[in-house]
């Protein structure tokens, strides 16, 4: 994908929050503070201070609006869908080296929220994606029984499963020993 590394990373921020989502198919990922600061030490999202119930509530919020975006059933859902939570987000675009990173841009206020933050790197990230023509790259996964999200970062665009060493295994062997069984 012709994506910098910053939008890679947004991009893969966006699918780690969205997939803790219960709307996934699994458990609540973040049912309580010290999951979300787990998120965002897995994450190095920077410059956050100490996190309340608040940030959880806010950050639960955004990923809806995420998750949303990517199971838009089409192209112009998914740019109302994104275009409704970038409307609501505070976006300040600012030039920053920080640890040891080379020059960057950071789309989030300097005084911003969890939520905000992920709000702003994600939703522009995204935005980029949608501007590029690649909105069937947002994905979910194609096991029956996962609704995990991810984005295609295939070149020819054919991947299926969430991670190919967990749903793609699993389906494969139900393939391989429903040929066996025929
Ligand atoms: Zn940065
Ligand atoms: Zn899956």
Known sequence: ????????????????LVNTSPSTGGDEGLSGLAEL???????????VSTLTARDLGQVRMVR???HRVFTAPDQPTA????????????????LTEHDGHPLHVHYFAA???????????????????????E????????????????VD???????VYCDSRTCGNRMHVAAYRARRRA
């Open 37 to 47: 600061q787990a998120f965002v030490e897995s994450r190095k999202i920077s410059g």
């Open 79 to 94: 740019v109302r869908t994104l275009n409704a939570l970038l409307a609501e987000t505070r976006i300040t675009p600012r």
């Open 153 to 159: 970062e295939s070149r020819n665009r054919s991947r």
């Open 111 to 133: 005084d911003a929220t969890l939520a905000e933050h992920v709000a702003a790197d994600c939703g522009v990230a995204l935005a980029h994606l949608l501007v590029e023509g």
């Open 64 to 66: 809806e609006a995420f």
């Open 1 to 16: 994908m012709p994506f910098g590394h910053d939008m890679v990373h947004s991009l893969a921020t966006v699918v780690e």
């Open 135 to 150: 909105a069937e790259r947002l994905r979910t996964c194609s096991a029956p029984d996962c609704d995990r999200v991810f």
